[in-house]
């Protein structure tokens, strides 16, 4: 499985930007993709993320500027990012997270830079 990320930029605070991340591979058909994030000398943590029936969970520092959402037949999920703060700043990572059997198997991309700085 490789996912393919695509979207960083650099923002103005306020401003907006879409992540895509692609899916290749062998995925089961029910999963869940997520976003995840480090910001410069943190760890890494949640985004958000959709399961296959569209269920979502936010983080709350996220919750009413950042929209997770998913094209089941293209295997991408997306991030909407609006009304961008300088700590939004971060290498954004996708995720896809399945059973196969019994085993949960998790896949992540090579990230993506977005800044957020006048």
């Known amino acids: 499985v490789q996912l393919v990320e695509s979207g960083g930029d650099l923002v103005q605070p306020g401003g907006s930007l879409r992540l895509s991340c692609a899916a290749f591979?062998?995925?089961?058909?029910?999963?869940?993709r997520g976003w995840y994030r480090q910001p410069p000398e943190k760890q890494r943590e949640l985004v958000a993320t959709m399961t296959t029936g569209c269920s979502t969970n936010y983080a709350d520092p996220v919750k009413g500027r950042f929209t997770i959402s998913r094209d089941n037949a293209k295997n991408t999920v997306y991030l909407d990012l609006n009304s961008m703060k300088p700590e939004d700043t971060a290498v954004y990572y996708c995720?896809?997270?399945?059973?196969?059997?019994?085993?949960?198997?998790?896949?992540w991309g090579q990230g993506t830079q977005v800044t957020v700085s006048s």
């Open positions: 591979g062998r995925i089961a058909s029910s999963n869940t």
């Open positions: 995720n896809v997270a399945f059973y196969r059997g019994i085993l949960k198997l998790n896949y």
